[in-house]
């Protein structure tokens, strides 16, 4: 079998999810500010969990569509829409203007069994002294004005970001509700370890809250829900599987829960581990959300209208935080490394460290830089031109990434498919068996009735099984649900670890005799270390003693309703596109912060809120996109990842005590110019380091695969494809740039 390596959980199968209980959530975190002087990855400690069903159905599907569109076995309609083999739409276009609902929320003071301080409130946060800090964002009133004119009025702001981000195809628009509050303290809501309970809770409350406060100031539950309908104008995860994506659903398209205090990402302040970290998820609760849409959520009060997706920012968060996680509720990644060694992604994307830039000199975080070429691509606003395969010779005029004018933003060098062949168990009797799927964040049910009306004492369902799973993280089991799939009920054991060949597994179903059910098999998988999955094989159902029937996975039209799985003859064959964008980065628009905006945090103890800034350097950035990767995590597969830049000058440039700098600040000369790079002066804990300027390198050649990578830091850029590719400088203007494409 030849395909792309992605999974899709059906509509279906998410509320089918849901109704069983399985309340796992995403978290999508904005990157800690680094204040380091190491590669250590800025990891969200605690708050790496798993995808909700949801979210994991409308990941799969999107990539799935972009690389088939990629590859050429697909196309978009004219609203951005893919359908995809299983006659389900995944949306490839981000376009028109959206509203986002946003509220702001202080702590109460109850004490749960957290812990902790009561609050905290708004405008606790103490003035920074300038003297010592001139990172903190700081204002004597965090009132409602001061995030109405932050978010969405200001000239910089998230309508302005986002227009320009998107080259006009794109904006958003919003209004900041009054300061309400939640009856508990922060630690309820914040403390590490519980998240997959306590932010849907926050969310919950902080609904509820706002719900009231609405009804206290005079409105009926009829005047809330007409206000709340201009903010559901989208049904985000197509539930009714007609393509169209911009109807209501029953939720609030965009909402933002602005808490009091310091984000846990930037110290958490006075809460310390206890503050909530800045991020994206899904306010999965054991509530059934609407019930013509049941996908789970936080009810607004007795509005009708329920809250599913949701970002969360501090009180003190700048306009690159919201921009970032608002990234995230758009479907983008983050591009930083969630696990291990730092990559060298930096400051040159929004969904990385360039949610930190700034132009002011007091503060960081308060203006963004642009996102990189490939995030443009995955919501469909990059203008590109193209470099078949079997184009030997071609020349591209690109206008600044930030502003391009009537030019192109990026050129798109197709590369060779890789292809990848990976072998599973062979099938446990004749040709095939099913299979749950490789991967993280996986949600896999398959499913079948039973009639056991004419049993009278037992039944047993059987099977085969083989697994390879992750011990105590990802699991596998039966359940029963008697209402035609309303609810579901776990029954018989639960299986992980690795089983290392085919065992047979029984599952009771005496308690149904007399009954017609349905049965499913149910794997899930975290959202890190994996196996290759589950297999079955050779199901049968046992009644009274004497086999009923029997399914050896030979036949494609059997009686299953296969949701994840697929049947496999123990060899899968897949493909994943992989192509370079080149593009021109220079100091305009909000990528003046690139000039500007990095910074270090260079004096230790002494001063820990100090920054230094130094100028990332313009030209023409090459980012490999390999989508053999499902992330930037390149501790955990050196040299590779999804969407990485390529460094010009990867050479590791090293402190004056002989350690290697951040791949932060590795990466601040990654552009290809004609020009030499700008000497750089940082320091280590007071220490100071000069950077000589570098000759500038106007050739990228791919013909050697580590031709920009080095084993000496392996952290940093990436193993390029080896295909022979050349992209040459030909005229370096001050906004404008020629390039030349050849292939061997």
Sequence with gaps: ??????????????????????????????????????????????????????????????????????????????????????DEYADTATTGTDQILTLLVEFGDKIGEAGGEAGPSKNQIPEPDRATDNSSLWTKDFSRDYYQNMLFEAENSMPDFYTKQ????????????????????????????????????????????????????????????????KYDQQDRYDFDGDGNF???????????????GIGEEAGGGAQGEDAIWSHRSYATTDLPGPEDNPQSGAPVGDSGIWVGDYTTEPESGGLGVFCHEFGHDL?????????????????????????????????????????????KYFLGWLDYDEVALDDKSHQSELGAAGDSGDLAEATKVNLPDAKE??????????????????????????????????????????????????????FFFAEVSTDNGGKWTKVGKTY???????????????????KRIKVRFHYTSDAATHGQGVFLDDVALKVDGKQVWLDDVESPDGDWEALGWNRTDGTEVYRHARFYLAENR??????????????????????????????????????????????NNVGEHEGGGLALPVDAHAKPLKWKDGKDLPNTHQSFDATFSKSKTDKMTLHKDGAKTTFKSLKGVSVFDDSDKNAYWTAKLPSNSVKVAGTGVKITIVKDGKSQLVIKVTRK
């Design 1 to 86: 079998m030849f395909k792309a390596r992605y999974k899709a959980v059906s509509v279906a199968a998410v509320a089918a999810l849901l109704a069983a209980g399985v309340t796992t959530a995403t978290v999508s975190a904005d990157p800690a500010p680094d204040r380091t002087a190491t590669n250590k990855s800025t990891t969200p400690v605690g708050e790496e969990l798993p995808l909700s069903p949801q979210q994991s159905d409308q990941e799969a599907k999107r990539r799935q569509a972009l690389e088939e569109v990629a590859t050429g076995s697909a196309k978009a309609d004219k609203s951005g829409a893919v359908k995809l083999d299983d």
């Design 246 to 260: 911009d109807e209501a659903d029953g939720y609030v398209d965009h909402i933002q829960i602005i808490h009091a």
């Design 586 to 631: 220079r100091y305009v628009s909000y990528d003046k912060t690139l000039k500007v905006g990095p910074y270090n945090f260079g004096f230790g103890e002494k001063k820990p809120n100090w920054v230094e800034r130094y100028p990332y350097q313009d030209g023409m950035l090459i980012w490999y996109v390999n989508t053999s990767f499902d992330d």
């Design 496 to 514: 992980d670890g690795q089983s290392k060949k085919y065992i047979d597994i029984s599952t009771d179903l005496a308690e149904y005799v007399g």
């Design 166 to 229: 998107s080259g006009g195809k794109y904006t958003v628009d919003g209004e900041v509700q009054d300061w309400v509050t939640v009856p508990y303290n922060e630690a309820r809501y914040g403390k590490n370890g519980v998240e997959d309970e306590a932010y849907p809770a926050f969310v919950q409350d902080s609904a509820k809250a706002w719900y009231d406060a609405q009804i206290k100031s005079g409105k009926s539950p009829e005047e809330v829900k007409r206000y709340l309908s």
């Design 421 to 474: 062949t990976v072998k599973y168990p062979k099938p446990a009797s004749g040709k095939h068996e099913w299979m749950s799927g490789d991967g993280d964040k996986i949600n896999a049910t398959l499913t079948r009735e039973v009639d056991l009306t004419d049993a009278e004492k037992s039944a047993e369902l059987a099977t085969k099984a083989f697994l390879d799973t992750e011990k105590g993280y990802d």
């Design 331 to 375: 479907g983008l990644p983050d591009l930083y490394a969630t696990e291990g060694a730092a990559n060298n992604t930096g400051r040159w994307s929004l969904m990385s460290g360039g949610s930190w830039l700034s132009e002011s000199k007091d503060v960081i975080g308060d203006k963004p830089g642009f996102m990189g070429p490939w995030e």
